[in-house]
Nanobody, 125 residues
Framework: QVQLVESGGGLVQAGGSLRLSCIAS????????MGWFRQAPGKEREFVAA????????YYADSVKGRFTISRDNAKRAVSLQLNSLKPEDTAVYYC??????????????????WGQGTQVSVSS
């Protein structure tokens, strides 16, 4: 199993930026897709972004497309999420996810076996 630790959350005004980082440890990291999900109070966990093992393919939720950027550095066992032009509706706990089940869509949280503890992102209006 992969162990994940997120960092980089915080409080920011609308229009601001944050960069979230996720460091992985444990079994092989570079051969898997990775994802970011978020969960707001009273809502289900939702897909934000995902990236293939090579970093060549990235996927985004429509709500964040053009504002968020996912990237990874396999040498550092790290995946990052750059959040720009933040909106109050982006407020949530953001989770890093790894170890996807083979052949399953990356857009649902059930696909991923390993999760970080989450980092809070709060955007004020």
């Amino acid at each position: 199993q992969v162990q994940l630790v997120e960092s980089g959350g915080g409080l920011v005004q609308a229009g601001g930026s944050l960069r979230l980082s996720c460091i992985a440890s444990g079994r092989t990291f570079s051969s898997d897709g990775m994802g970011w999900f978020r969960q707001a109070p009273g809502k289900e966990r939702e897909f934000v972004a995902a990236i293939s093992w090579s970093g060549d393919n990235t996927y985004y939720a429509d709500s964040v497309k053009g504002r968020f950027t996912i990237s990874r550095d396999n040498a550092k066992r790290a995946v990052s999420l750059q959040l720009n032009s933040l909106k109050p509706e982006d407020t949530a706990v953001y989770y890093c996810a790894a170890d996807p089940k083979y052949g399953r869509t990356w857009y649902t949280p059930e696909t991923f076996r390993s999760w970080g503890q989450g980092t809070q992102v709060s955007v004020s209006s």
